[in-house]
């Protein structure tokens, strides 16, 4: 049963601390599964990665069905201004992961960008595609 101030996390399966930021990832999680399709059993929140000899943590992964990443999530508090740190603190992440898709939200606004493997960049996308439009099982 949830404590007063706790939110549900179905990918870790556990209630955690309800702050700002973590009200933004549930809220998104639940939109990339409910809208995107995305199925819970293929996504991880608080993935650890290390970079270096730095420990890191993805607020959210997706996950090809082959159970290959696809793509980062990096959640904000909705008075966090998204801006140039947030991308890179996600390309960074990237650099691990290496997935074709990149997302950063604070809940109001929210970014995509997709790899261009013939620019060798990312570039802005639109819109966030469905788990079945990407090739998830590469």
Known sequence: M?????????LRKKYVALTPEEQVRQGFIRWLNERRGYPLALM????CIKLGKKDYRCDIVCFSNSLRPVMIVECKAPSVTLDQNTLEQVCR???VLKVK????TNGVVTFAFEFDGSQGR?????DIPNYAEHRVSR
């Open 2 to 10: 949830a404590e007063r101030g706790e939110i549900f996390d179905p």
């Open 44 to 47: 991880a929140s608080e993935y």
């Open 93 to 95: 992440y990237n650099m």
């Open 101 to 104: 898709y990149l997302t950063i």
């Open 122 to 126: 990312y570039r802005f996308i639109s």
